[in-house]
């Protein structure tokens, strides 16, 4: 019965766990680096700059249930069907 109560409580525990912020370049020096990183209900916030590469295009969740934003908002003067391919 322990074991039952023990395991439940862990569930729930986890459940809860709070949402972590990614930040590139801060943290993770390419969008998909954050977004491999990630896990459900995280954030990934992408400051201004000009993200080039393999791994900053096409980019994939990999199923996860996550957010990638800018820090500031829509940007202009760049194409974000660049980055989401």
């Known amino acids: 019965m322990?074991?039952?109560?023990?395991?439940?409580?862990?569930?729930?525990?986890?459940g809860f766990a709070k949402a972590a912020d990614l930040y590139v370049p801060t943290n993770y020096d390419t969008i998909q680096a954050a977004i491999n990183a990630a896990?459900?209900?995280?954030?990934?916030?992408?400051?201004?700059?000009?993200?080039?590469?393999?791994n900053n295009k096409n980019l994939t969740w990999i199923g996860k249930r996550i957010t990638?934003?800018?820090?500031?908002?829509?940007?202009?003067?760049?194409?974000?069907g660049d980055v989401f391919g």
């Not at 322990?2 to 986890?14: D, E, G, Q, S, T």
Request: glycine share 12%; hydrophobic share 50%.
């Open 39 to 54: 896990n459900n209900g995280d954030t990934v916030w992408v400051k201004d700059g000009i993200y080039t590469g393999a």
């Open 68 to 80: 990638v934003r800018s820090v500031n908002g829509a940007n202009t003067n760049g194409n974000m």
């Open 2 to 14: 322990k074991r039952v109560l023990f395991l439940v409580f862990a569930i729930l525990v986890a």
